[in-house]
């Protein structure tokens, strides 16, 4: 089936690292994505991996992407309290010309100053 | 940069009011797509266009229905609105898969509120 599950709830001190994390269930996934989205707005791209890759680094942005145990996580390095809001993982099946995406329920990071 | 617009941002309707939200992109992309959002839900598909005047069903279209007359602009209605539909709605577009990174593209958001 397609289910993509996050935790509800991460809370940081600002300055320290955040790792939120996301499973999803189908093996055939393509590109896995990050989203976040700030209060009161839509969702922003934040980063993506491609399902042959383990790892990317984008800034203080990490992807993570264990394909065995379709576990994925985002590595937010000295967060900050401007990275307070909702963070949602999204995968794209394999196969077919629609860009359907399945997202998660999303995580609510709170940075405390 | 690609830019998806919702025309309003908060909605207030009543019971058994037919609603309108409209959605517009500039980027001419082929796929358009409505969400809405709950807490502790995440985004359920409710339907999602491929091409003008093509359209197809996603997880929740009961109460909803598109339209899609134009390339640029996605429009969602919601019938007979019921206080069950109070919610954040999210419109995204996005190219068709062609096997590289394709994000889909949010707008805003509006948040409509049935009384």
């Known amino acids: 089936g397609e289910d993509v599950e996050q935790s509800l709830f991460l809370s940081v001190r600002e300055g320290d690292s955040s790792v939120i994390n996301c499973t999803y269930t189908?093996?055939?996934?393509?590109?896995l994505y990050w989203y976040k989205q700030e209060p009161g707005a839509g969702l922003q791209l934040l980063t993506y991996?491609?399902?042959?890759?383990d790892m990317k680094q984008d800034q203080r942005l990490t992807v993570l992407l264990n394909k065995k145990d379709k576990h994925l996580s985002l590595r937010i390095a000295d967060t900050q309290t401007g990275d307070s809001a909702i963070y949602f993982c999204a995968e794209r099946l394999y196969g077919g010309a629609t860009n359907k995406l399945i997202f998660g329920t999303g995580t609510l990071l709170a940075v405390q100053p | 940069d690609v830019k998806v617009t919702q025309s309003s941002r908060y909605l207030v309707k009543r019971t058994g009011e037919k609603v309108f939200l409209e959605c517009v992109q500039d980027?001419?992309?082929?796929?358009m797509f409505w969400y809405r959002q709950d807490p502790g839900l995440g985004l359920r598909l409710i339907y999602f266009?491929?091409?003008?005047?093509?359209?197809e069903k996603g997880d929740i279209p009961e109460g909803y229905s598109v339209s899609r007359e134009k390339k640029e602009r996605f429009s969602l209605i919601l019938e007979s609105a019921s206080t069950n539909q109070t919610s954040m709605y999210l419109c995204a577009s996005s190219t068709p898969w062609t096997g590289e990174r394709q994000p889909q593209h949010f707008g805003d958001g509006t948040r409509l509120s049935i009384l």
């Open positions: 266009s491929y091409d003008v005047k093509m359209k």
């Open positions: 189908d093996s055939s996934s393509t590109y």
């Open positions: 980027m001419d992309h082929e796929n």
């Open positions: 991996i491609f399902s042959n890759m």
